[in-house]
């Protein structure tokens, strides 16, 4: 297959990581270079098109290509709403360390979308799990959670982040730290995905601790 990422350099890796065998790989950093390339893809993953909502008329016609948009941070159905056809359009949980797992976390608009889903991931080689199309997808979600935890343990002075990280990882098995995943993901990606869950959720344990949100304003001066 060839596959078009359009997003920044470490997705292009982590795709690249993922999908590693008989796929041809075509890379752009912005829309703009990445509609050169669409006609040429059989698939697309857009990892920045939550930030860039305009680009979306780049999808706005019915196309054989499939395309695989990050939405993380907003559900397919709101991304996808002024769209002529969504038959060949899926969301995927494409924040930092999420893509390149064993099961490729993925949303549909409606079941109508399922077989294509099949086939195209069996013609990426990947097992993929269908979730409802909601903020945060249920690994992302579950892991900027347990950050956010980690930050309010750190606020209260109860231990280093340097010692959760190491009980995390010696205790659940988890491959990095919640600071050490945090820093993968990119504290932006983090705060976001939390501020989308609570104000989708308004359930208090995505409420996001007073000493993350500072580091994450200190990011944006």
Not at 112 to 139: M, Y
Not at 191 to 198: F, G, K, R, S, T
């Amino acid at each position: 297959m060839n596959i078009l990422v359009i997003g920044e350099e470490v997705n292009f890796k982590e795709c690249q990581l993922k999908f590693k065998d008989n796929h041809r790989y075509l890379f752009a950093n912005s829309h703009k270079i990445g509609k050169q390339f669409f006609f040429e893809a059989d698939v697309v993953f857009d990892f920045i098109i939550e930030s860039e909502v305009a680009q979306m008329e780049l999808y706005s016609h019915p196309s054989r290509t499939i395309v695989f948009l990050n939405t993380t941070k907003i559900s397919l159905k709101k991304l996808c709403k002024s769209l002529e056809s969504t038959k060949s359009i899926f969301g995927f949980a494409g924040l930092p360390t999420f893509l390149n797992r064993e099961i490729l976390e993925v949303s549909v608009v409606s079941q109508e979308q399922e077989t294509v889903l099949e086939n195209v991931c069996k013609g990426l080689g990947t097992a993929f799990q269908l979730v409802d199309d909601r903020v945060g997808f249920v690994t992302p979600r579950v892991i900027c959670m347990i950050i956010n935890e980690a930050y309010y343990t750190v606020q209260e002075g109860t231990a280093s982040r340097e010692d959760i990280d190491l009980a995390m990882k010696l205790g659940t098995n988890h491959p990095y730290g919640p600071f050490e995943w945090c820093q993968k993901i990119g504290i932006k990606n983090v705060y976001e995905l939390l501020a989308a869950v609570y104000d989708d959720t308004k359930d208090e344990r995505y409420e996001i601790c007073p000493l993350l949100k500072k580091e994450y304003l200190l990011i944006q001066q």
